[in-house]
């Protein structure tokens, strides 16, 4: 199959809603990351999402609407939580999971039966949908397990060759995925961090959980509740660990970790702010020092460009766990297989 980038303009957007009527998959550009866009109650199409990823069967997929009319039949209540946060920050990086009506195919909850329900902010996702004059199921548009991408070239790097079409917007400009809130239950949990953090639910809210399991692994045998929490996820090639303590001391164990594996005959790297004192390493800029919105949006690219370099390990500080802080140490934990160590001892 030839695969085709094209611009998210007008007739991009016409060529691409007809691929998704019939039956197919594009790559489509969000704010947070590229999706892998199908008509999300074509059970047919959908299950090409789950091919042309390598994507488990047991990763649910998240349905993007254009409006909040797109949810008349795709959810058989809307939780008085759920509302008052789609007033505070939809159009908007945020999934809401609700109580799933008939009309969506299994094989988009993985059997369960909730939903995941986004609007995105941007321009182009909202007019494909409303183009396509179908609610689209949309993971990110990348080889499972690998780094999301957050620009047309991800997309084709990853999947040139099994989808016909990608419209290009761009990079993203959140760089993580949405931040997934279930609303099902007495209080919101969320289940993956995201632009919309723990602080902004709370104000809006009053009160706001954080699932556990969104900084450890999932136990065998424990289902999957949301896209983005399986053990290892985002992973570039290489070996990935975090380091937490005194920054000082921090900096000094990665630049002696990388001195080892340089020593070795490794190719090693350091994902980190180019203010420290790393010396002649080779140091790849996630930002500048303690920046985590800047950190989110190049999260993605940065791993990426850890293969592209032929890199066999990396070493990164770990951020504050609050604000966004929390959604790029959720993504770098399942990239790393949530190898963190602490680093002790006076500075």
Request: proline fraction near 7%; aromatic fraction near 4%.
């Amino acid at each position: 199959m030839n695969t085709e980038v094209i611009r998210a303009d007008a007739e991009g957007i016409r060529r691409a809603a007809e691929l998704i009527r019939a039956g197919e998959i594009v790559g489509m550009p969000t704010e947070t990351v590229y999706g892998l866009a199908a008509d999300a109650l074509n059970a047919g199409a959908v299950a090409k999402i789950f091919r042309a990823k390598g994507r488990p069967a047991d990763n649910p997929l998240i349905v993007h609407i254009a409006d909040e009319s797109g949810l008349e039949g795709l959810v058989s209540s809307v939780p008085e939580m759920a509302r008052r946060l789609m007033r505070a920050y939809w159009p908007g990086p945020m999934t809401l999971i609700m109580p799933k009506t008939e009309k969506i195919p299994d094989i988009v909850t993985a059997g369960g039966d909730t939903v995941g329900i986004r609007m995105p902010s941007n321009e182009a996702a909202r007019a494909l949908i409303r183009e396509s004059k179908r609610p689209i199921a949309a993971p990110s548009a990348n080889t499972s397990g690998k780094p999301s991408p957050t620009s047309a070239q991800h997309v084709f790097s990853d999947l040139k060759g099994l989808i016909p079409l990608i419209l290009d917007a761009g990079p993203c400009g959140v760089g993580v995925e949405s931040t997934v809130i279930d609303t099902t239950g007495k209080e919101p949990v969320v289940l993956r961090p995201g632009a919309i953090t723990p602080e902004m639910i709370r104000e809006t809210l009053g009160a706001v959980e954080v699932d556990a399991h969104v900084m450890k692994p999932l136990a065998d045998g424990e289902s999957v509740r949301s896209p983005g929490m399986k053990y290892k996820h985002y992973a570039p090639s290489a070996s990935l660990v975090l380091f937490e303590g005194e920054h000082g001391r921090v900096v000094r164990e990665m630049c002696a970790r990388y001195d080892a594996v340089a020593a070795a005959g490794g190719v090693p790297a350091i994902l980190g702010s180019p203010q420290d004192d790393f010396g002649q390493r080779r140091v790849f800029t996630l930002a500048e020092a303690g920046n985590a919105e800047e950190a989110a949006a190049h999260i993605f690219a940065c791993l990426r460009e850890l293969d592209d370099a032929g890199v066999t390990a990396a070493f990164c500080e770990t951020l504050p766990l609050e604000g966004m802080g929390l959604a790029v140490m959720n993504r770098l934990g399942r990239a790393a297989g949530f190898n963190i160590e602490h680093v002790g001892g006076p500075a």
